[in-house]
């Protein structure tokens, strides 16, 4: 077993995370698997093994049933559950979106298993639910009234949020936007929709809601992932985030943190580490179908080990540098000074 990756002198929990999923039989929409599938809970010690503290779920991967089982052979582990996450996009059911469904049978479904993922949340000992907009969307123009869904939207979390209060301060909510695919639209696309939809929420349930932005997701709508982080930051939202590589706009990669980007990623960490920020930090990332089984932590190993190397260059950018250049209005030279600090060069 490898030790676990650690940040120094980051607030809060300073381990990583990753999700279950991430380490998949290496099935695409053109092919099905092409390595044997790890039954859930034995993918737990693969996680530790490759130096994760935290692990996260689906309720298709981690049903209500198997949460006893889970939180012991996590806590045996040394591992905790940083987020868990209603499925709203694996059952056909939902193929056409659960809270946004035009069908009022299939919201009312959707509404239930987030209750119960709520409960299941607080069951696993984590603090975070995250909702992913999987299916929430549209292929086709005038499928949907647009208004409505973002009417059952606001609804639908008003619900899900005041069941939530019974649990006082335990339990939040971490929505976690992306541009399309599945759907070739889809509804909270991006951090500036998802804080709008916040401030559309009843005053009570507001404060539990916050965002789980992508880098990559940031990358396939085109934005920025820095300055998405930021804008959660300063709307006091940021509740948890998901690092990953993305190359360009693309299908969903889920590549290694650290692979495409070095230089944003580096910049990223020091927006985190100013911040002050103190949620999990973990990956998304997707162990790629031309790896073996036996090769299949690869892709956990190689984005904590960047991300540990990128975090350390990160505390050691001289903030008093950055400030000379934005002063001096040199943004080409800043970027020149990053690029020092990430290749080890005075
Ligand atoms: C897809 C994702 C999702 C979410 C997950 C939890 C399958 O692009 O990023 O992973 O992260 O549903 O929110
Ligand atoms: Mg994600």
Redesign the pocket.
């Given at each position: 077993m490898r030790n676990r990756f650690i940040l120094k002198a980051k607030a809060g929990p300073s381990g990583v995370g990753a999700?279950v999923?991430n380490l998949g039989p290496g099935g695409d929409p053109f092919g099905g698997p092409t390595r044997e599938s790890i039954p859930i809970l034995e993918r737990l010690p693969l996680l530790a093994e490759a130096g994760m503290s935290f692990y996260?779920a689906?309720d298709h991967e981690i049903p209500p049933a198997d949460a006893g089982k889970a939180a012991k052979i996590a806590g045996q582990l040394g591992l905790s559950c940083a987020?868990y996450?209603p499925?709203f996009?694996a059952d056909p059911i939902f193929k056409d979106g659960a809270m946004t469904s035009n069908d009022a049978a299939i919201r009312g479904k959707g509404l239930e298993n987030a209750r119960t993922a709520v409960d299941t949340t607080v069951a696993l000992g984590a603090r975070t639910m995250?909702?992913?907009n999987?299916r929430e969307g549209f292929d086709f123009v005038l499928a949907k009234n647009g208004r409505d869904s973002f009417k059952r939207l606001v609804e639908g979390f008003n619900a899900v949020g005041q069941y939530a209060r019974k649990y006082g301060d335990k339990v939040r909510f971490a929505i976690?936007p992306?541009p399309n695919?599945p759907r070739a639209n889809m509804y909270l696309a991006n951090v500036g929709e998802v804080l709008y939809l916040i401030s559309r929420l009843d005053p009570e349930v507001q404060p539990l809601f916050g965002v789980?932005p992508?880098t990559a997701?940031s990358r396939i709508a085109g934005l920025d992932y820095i300055w998405d982080v930021e804008l959660c930051l300063e709307a006091g939202k940021l509740f948890h985030i998901?690092l990953n590589g993305q190359d360009g706009q693309r299908f969903?990669q889920?590549l290694p943190f650290g692979y495409t980007e070095p230089l944003k990623d580096l910049a990223l960490l020091v927006v985190l580490q100013d911040a002050g920020y103190a949620d999990f930090i973990c990956f998304?990332v997707k162990a790629p179908r031309t790896d073996s089984v036996e090769n299949i932590q690869d892709i956990l190993t190689v984005s904590g080990q960047n991300l540990v190397w990128l975090w350390e260059r990160a505390l050691a950018v001289d903030r008093s540098k950055i400030e000379q250049f934005r002063a001096e209005n040199r943004p080409t030279a800043l970027t020149g000074y990053l690029a020092s600090c990430l290749y080890g060069t005075k």
């Open positions: 999700g999923w996260e689906h987020m996450t499925s996009f995250v909702f992913w999987g976690e992306k695919e789980n992508e997701h998901h969903d889920d998304d």
